[in-house]
Nanobody, 120 residues
């Protein structure tokens, strides 16, 4: 299974950005899919996940600003990020696993990550 993330980039504080992830190799329609992020010098942390049923979970620091969605038919998961802050700057990693919400040690598949930079 390969997870290919895309859509990262540079945005000003207060702006919006969307990142997407496409899975290939097998269908992940029954997996929980989601996003983690890792800022320079920090540990990788959970951001959001969505079960195959559509149930969503969010880290407290993004609740109300980020929205996760998935398309089971297309094997994709997306993260819409609004009201971005400089502290949201990180590499965002797509992930899939069998826990909900996704837990770092429960991830079966990781994507390579896409960089999101929020300037102040």
């Amino acid at each position: 299974v390969q997870l290919q993330a895309s859509g990262g980039g540079l945005v000003q504080a207060g702006g919006s950005l969307s990142v997407s992830c496409a899975a290939s190799g097998r269908t992940l329609s029954r997996h929980t899919m989601g996003w983690f992020r890792q800022a320079p010098g920090k540990v990788r942390e959970f951001v959001a996940s969505i079960r195959w049923s559509g149930d969503r979970s969010y880290a407290e620091f993004v609740t109300g600003r980020f929205t996760i969605s998935r398309d089971n038919a297309k094997n994709t998961v997306s993260l819409q990020m609004n009201s971005l802050k400089p502290e949201d700057t990180a590499v965002y990693y797509c992930a899939a696993g069998n826990t909900s919400p996704l837990h770092y040690y429960g991830v079966d598949y990781w994507g390579k990550g896409t960089l999101v930079t929020v300037s102040s």
